[in-house]
């Protein structure tokens, strides 16, 4: 059996899979995406409206965990590579919940790598050599740095702290054992925070731009010193293409912004943004909402991203600085209320209703 030159996505609802859906289909080259998703809470088709039309955008409501269906998509589709998306992202819904995280990030990966496997097996010549999957984690697999450590290389240990955390890295041992025993051709990713539009208002920067604006508490976890490195999510995306065209069979990349910075730092920055652009009818700063809230249980006191590798190997850097993409980004919210309106009130998930009845 051969591929075609199509590739599958999963998660591609999702905040960052949306982006690189949209991103691959405005090349008016790019070969056709298979979307599949299974539209949890943080799935949003209305990321995707100009794209569902498109003949080359293929979008496949389904579980990656389903191995019979996978094993119908793979079959009818042929994908040359699959981009695993797809995962419970949220840190702190994997402290009140850490089952959906066991369940997805390594019960549905480990589904779709047992068909993803047989389906490589199947495959002849050059569409075998040439197959990839590549499985996008997080830094947060590498655990927590003090301030003054270098931060993390591809070497570091695995040591995560947070049930998500821990999920992911779990996921990325199964995608290596893949590798090392059946020789799936794989190569993994380790971003930073993402931010940009359609971010979920659940994560730090939309949701300090969503409440600022409704005149509700900015809430910061303890001191607000936690330090992160942010990266705009269209370089993600970036990186994510060119560790597909380039990366090396079985090697992992760091992708970072080379922008550390403390969560309170973050939150000011954008009040100040929001400040200038939408002022308070009562001429009082944003910052004011600010609000000290307890810490995260275990919460991870820094995370840094040495990008050399993707740098050096690849020729990868990111585009955006954080001066650029912050702006766009606050711009992106204040120019679509309705986006956060529909999450907020969950019509987002309106048209499951109109689509599949009671049964979505
Ligand atoms: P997200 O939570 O916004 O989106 C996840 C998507 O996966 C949703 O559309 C959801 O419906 C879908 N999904 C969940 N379970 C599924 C299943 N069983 N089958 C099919 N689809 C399913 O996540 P995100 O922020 O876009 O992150 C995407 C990936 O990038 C994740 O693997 C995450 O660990 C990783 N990552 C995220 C960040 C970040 O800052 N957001 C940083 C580094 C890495
Ligand atoms: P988040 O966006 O949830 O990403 P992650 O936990 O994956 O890093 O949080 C980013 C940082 O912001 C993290 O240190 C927790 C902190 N934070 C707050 O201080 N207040 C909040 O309301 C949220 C959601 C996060």
Request: charge should be negative.
């Amino acid at each position: 059996m051969k591929t075609s030159d199509s590739i599958l996505v999963t998660g591609g609802a999702g905040f960052i899979g949306s982006h690189f859906v949209l991103d691959w289909l405005a090349n008016p080259s790019a070969p056709p995406l298979v979307n599949v998703d299974k539209l949890t809470y943080a799935g949003n088709l209305d990321n995707l409206s100009s794209v569902l039309p498109d003949p080359r955008h293929v979008w496949v409501h389904a579980d990656m965990g389903d191995r019979a269906r996978m094993r119908e998509v793979l079959a009818q589709h042929r994908p040359c590579a699959i981009v695993n998306f797809a995962a419970e992202s949220h840190a702190d819904r994997s402290i009140h919940g850490p089952q959906a995280f066991i369940d997805t990030n390594i019960g549905a990966t480990f589904a779709l790598l047992e068909e993803a496997r047989a389906y490589h097996a199947a495959l002849q010549g050059d569409s075998q050599a040439g197959f990839r999957w590549l499985q996008v984690s997080t830094d947060e697999v590498y655990g927590t740095l003090q301030p003054g450590d270098t931060p993390f290389t591809e070497t570091h240990r695995f040591v995560p702290n947070s049930p998500y955390a821990a999920s992911k890295a779990a996921a990325d041992h199964l995608v290596r054992a893949w590798h090392h025993t059946y020789g799936l051709p794989v190569v993994t990713t380790h971003c930073s925070n993402n931010y940009g539009p359609y971010q979920f208002p659940e994560k730090l920067i939309p949701l300090v731009i969503a409440n600022a604006l409704d005149g509700k508490p900015l809430p910061i976890y303890g001191d607000g010193q936690q330090v992160r490195d942010w990266l705009y999510v269209a370089d993600h995306c970036d990186a994510i293409r060119t560790v597909l065209a380039k990366g090396q069979l079985g090697a992992h990349y760091n992708v970072g912004g080379w922008n550390e910075m403390a969560n309170l730092h973050i939150v000011q920055t954008v009040c100040e943004l929001l400040d200038r652009a939408q002022p308070r009818a009562d001429g009082q700063p944003y910052a004011s909402q600010i609000t000290h809230v307890a810490d995260r249980p275990g919460h991870d006191q820094r995370y840094a991203i040495d990008a050399t590798r993707m740098a050096t190997e690849l020729g990868w850097r990111p585009k955006e600085t954080f001066a650029t993409g912050i702006e766009k980004t606050v711009q992106w919210y204040l120019q679509h209320p309705q986006w956060v309106a529909r999450v907020r009130s969950g019509a987002y998930r309106d048209w499951m209703q109109t689509q599949y009845g009671s049964g979505a």
